[in-house]
Protein backbone atom coordinates (compact mmCIF):
# COMPACT_ATOMS: atom_id res chain seq x y z
CA UNK A 1 0.00 0.00 0.00
CA UNK A 2 1.54 2.92 -1.50
CA UNK A 3 1.15 6.25 1.50
CA UNK A 4 1.96 9.79 0.90
CA UNK A 5 2.90 12.19 3.61
CA UNK A 6 3.32 16.10 2.89
CA UNK A 7 4.76 18.29 5.56
CA UNK A 8 6.32 21.73 5.33
CA UNK A 9 3.40 23.78 5.14
CA UNK A 10 2.54 27.32 6.40
CA UNK A 11 2.32 30.91 6.57
CA UNK A 12 5.06 33.14 4.56
CA UNK A 13 5.32 36.22 3.17
CA UNK A 14 4.99 37.10 -0.38
CA UNK A 15 8.65 37.04 -1.58
CA UNK A 16 9.34 34.21 0.64
CA UNK A 17 11.07 30.82 0.51
CA UNK A 18 9.22 26.86 1.87
CA UNK A 19 9.94 23.93 1.49
CA UNK A 20 7.63 20.82 1.23
CA UNK A 21 8.67 16.90 2.31
CA UNK A 22 6.59 14.44 1.09
CA UNK A 23 7.89 11.07 2.55
CA UNK A 24 6.70 7.78 0.59
CA UNK A 25 6.42 4.18 1.42
CA UNK A 26 4.66 0.87 0.74
CA UNK A 27 6.80 0.08 -1.87
CA UNK A 28 10.12 0.83 -3.94
CA UNK A 29 9.59 3.41 -6.14
CA UNK A 30 12.03 2.72 -8.54
CA UNK A 31 10.63 3.69 -12.32
CA UNK A 32 7.59 6.00 -10.37
CA UNK A 33 7.40 9.59 -11.38
CA UNK A 34 6.93 11.57 -8.02
CA UNK A 35 4.66 14.84 -8.58
CA UNK A 36 3.61 17.71 -6.89
CA UNK A 37 0.07 19.27 -7.48
CA UNK A 38 -1.46 22.59 -6.24
CA UNK A 39 -5.50 23.48 -5.53
CA UNK A 40 -6.04 27.28 -4.88
CA UNK A 41 -9.40 27.95 -3.18
CA UNK A 42 -12.72 27.99 -5.66
CA UNK A 43 -9.80 26.90 -8.32
CA UNK A 44 -9.30 23.26 -10.25
CA UNK A 45 -6.42 21.19 -8.88
CA UNK A 46 -3.20 21.40 -11.17
CA UNK A 47 0.12 20.44 -11.97
CA UNK A 48 3.09 22.03 -10.69
CA UNK A 49 5.96 19.40 -11.36
CA UNK A 50 7.00 16.22 -11.28
CA UNK A 51 10.20 14.29 -10.97
CA UNK A 52 10.71 10.63 -11.84
CA UNK A 53 11.98 8.75 -9.07
CA UNK A 54 15.71 7.30 -10.35
CA UNK A 55 16.35 9.72 -12.80
CA UNK A 56 17.27 13.46 -13.47
CA UNK A 57 14.14 13.98 -15.26
CA UNK A 58 11.68 16.87 -13.94
CA UNK A 59 9.25 18.66 -15.49
CA UNK A 60 7.60 21.90 -14.36
CA UNK A 61 4.15 24.31 -15.02
CA UNK A 62 5.05 27.04 -16.63
CA UNK A 63 3.74 28.91 -13.75
CA UNK A 64 6.01 27.77 -11.37
CA UNK A 65 9.26 27.71 -13.56
CA UNK A 66 12.38 29.15 -12.36
CA UNK A 67 10.88 29.41 -9.00
CA UNK A 68 10.27 25.72 -7.94
CA UNK A 69 12.60 23.00 -7.40
CA UNK A 70 11.66 19.28 -7.21
CA UNK A 71 14.46 17.10 -5.64
CA UNK A 72 14.34 13.57 -3.99
CA UNK A 73 16.31 11.70 -1.46
CA UNK A 74 16.41 8.25 -2.04
CA UNK A 75 17.92 7.40 1.50
CA UNK A 76 14.95 8.73 3.19
CA UNK A 77 12.40 7.99 0.36
CA UNK A 78 11.44 11.59 0.11
CA UNK A 79 10.97 14.42 -2.46
CA UNK A 80 10.91 17.93 -2.08
CA UNK A 81 9.20 20.99 -2.99
CA UNK A 82 11.21 23.90 -2.08
CA UNK A 83 9.21 27.19 -3.81
CA UNK A 84 11.00 31.03 -4.03
CA UNK A 85 9.80 34.15 -4.50
CA UNK A 86 6.40 33.10 -3.48
CA UNK A 87 3.30 35.23 -4.54
CA UNK A 88 -0.19 35.44 -3.50
CA UNK A 89 -1.28 33.73 -6.58
CA UNK A 90 0.88 30.65 -4.37
CA UNK A 91 -1.41 30.02 -2.15
CA UNK A 92 -2.93 27.09 -2.23
CA UNK A 93 -3.23 23.34 -0.39
CA UNK A 94 -0.27 21.06 -1.91
CA UNK A 95 -0.43 17.63 -2.38
CA UNK A 96 2.13 14.99 -3.45
CA UNK A 97 1.36 12.39 -5.96
CA UNK A 98 2.74 9.02 -7.59
CA UNK A 99 2.22 7.01 -10.55
CA UNK A 100 4.35 4.41 -11.83
CA UNK A 101 5.39 4.62 -15.69
CA UNK A 102 5.55 7.78 -18.28
CA UNK A 103 5.73 11.48 -17.28
CA UNK A 104 1.69 12.48 -16.90
CA UNK A 105 0.49 16.21 -16.08
CA UNK A 106 -2.84 15.35 -15.43
CA UNK A 107 -4.52 14.52 -12.17
CA UNK A 108 -6.57 11.72 -13.10
CA UNK A 109 -3.53 9.89 -14.54
CA UNK A 110 -2.08 9.47 -10.65
CA UNK A 111 -3.51 7.15 -8.61
CA UNK A 112 -1.67 7.87 -4.93
CA UNK A 113 -1.94 10.93 -3.25
CA UNK A 114 -1.19 12.50 0.13
CA UNK A 115 -3.52 14.40 2.06
CA UNK A 116 -2.37 17.89 1.41
CA UNK A 117 -0.14 20.49 3.37
CA UNK A 118 -1.68 24.29 3.07
CA UNK A 119 0.52 27.31 2.14
CA UNK A 120 -0.64 30.68 2.35
CA UNK A 121 1.27 33.61 0.94
CA UNK A 122 0.75 37.02 2.60
CA UNK A 123 0.90 40.12 0.47
Known amino acids: QVQLVESGGGLVQAGGSLRLSCAAS????????MAWFRQAPGKEREFVGT????????YYADSVKGRFTISRDHAKNTHYLQMTRLTFEDTAVYYC????????????????WGQGTQVTVSS
Open 26 to 33: GRTFSGYM
Open 51 to 58: IRWSSDEV
Open 97 to 112: AARFGRVAFGESEYPY
